[in-house]
């Protein structure tokens, strides 16, 4: 849905800085990305395994919760899709949830997505990116370096991840992060899907 404003939105043409807890600093030699949950058998990636795979452009437009949202830009990555040659998935199979640092933990951050939403070229683990004002460069740490996972345009941008570390495979939908916190489980900004009409839970 390109050029279409949710509602509740303003256009910007920046790409505002907004993250939980601190910066990611990358460390290669300790990188890894993982692929576990409801699969055959868990995998685990190296940075270079990961950037050997093969490269999806695509120009997606974000939506964040906070209002702002910003058409037109272009990311170089790696779509979703490319990582389900490495694992066999447990029949049924539908949901997952994509982990990214927060505060020390690699995996610290998730946010819950179905499967199917996902297969598309606007489902992208992206490390660069372009727009009117800019040319081709790297995502900074501040933006996710060295992984960052956008969403399709379909999902308010928190169902993404900075600093992206893995993918879980469920049969069952779980909150993330967000969600946890009263955020809505389906996130459509074009239906203003911000927030959960019920607040799960948090075990301590």
Excluded at 40 to 62: F, R
Excluded at 98 to 121: C, H, K, Q, V
Excluded at 156 to 163: I, N, R, T, V
């Amino acid at each position: 849905m390109p050029k279409q404003l949710p509602p509740g939105q303003f256009e910007t043409e920046k790409w505002p800085i907004l993250h939980e807890g601190d910066v990611y600093e990358f460390d290669e030699a300790t990188w890894n990305f993982r692929l576990f949950g409801d699969v055959k058998e868990e995998v685990s990636l190296s940075y270079q395994e990961v950037m050997q795979l093969p490269k999806t452009i695509s120009t997606i437009d974000m939506h964040c919760v906070t209002t702002w949202s910003k058409f037109d830009t272009t990311f170089e990555g790696i779509a979703f899709r490319e990582f389900l040659r490495f694992v066999e998935l447990d029949p049924d199979v539908k949901y997952v949830k994509i982990y990214g640092y927060l505060n020390g933990d690699r995996f610290g951050y998730s946010a819950n997505l179905p499967l199917e939403a996902l297969m598309g070229d606007d489902a992208l683990f992206v490390y660069r990116w372009k727009d009117k004002q800019h040319d081709w460069q790297d995502i900074s740490p501040k933006h996710g370096y060295p992984l960052r996972f956008i969403p399709p345009a379909t999902f308010y941008l928190w169902k993404g991840a900075k600093w992206a570390s893995g993918i879980r495979f469920m049969k069952e939908d779980e909150p993330g992060y967000w969600e946890e916190r009263g955020y809505s489980m389906t996130a459509n900004p074009f239906k203003e899907e911000r927030f959960a009409e019920w607040v799960p839970r948090i075990r301590f």
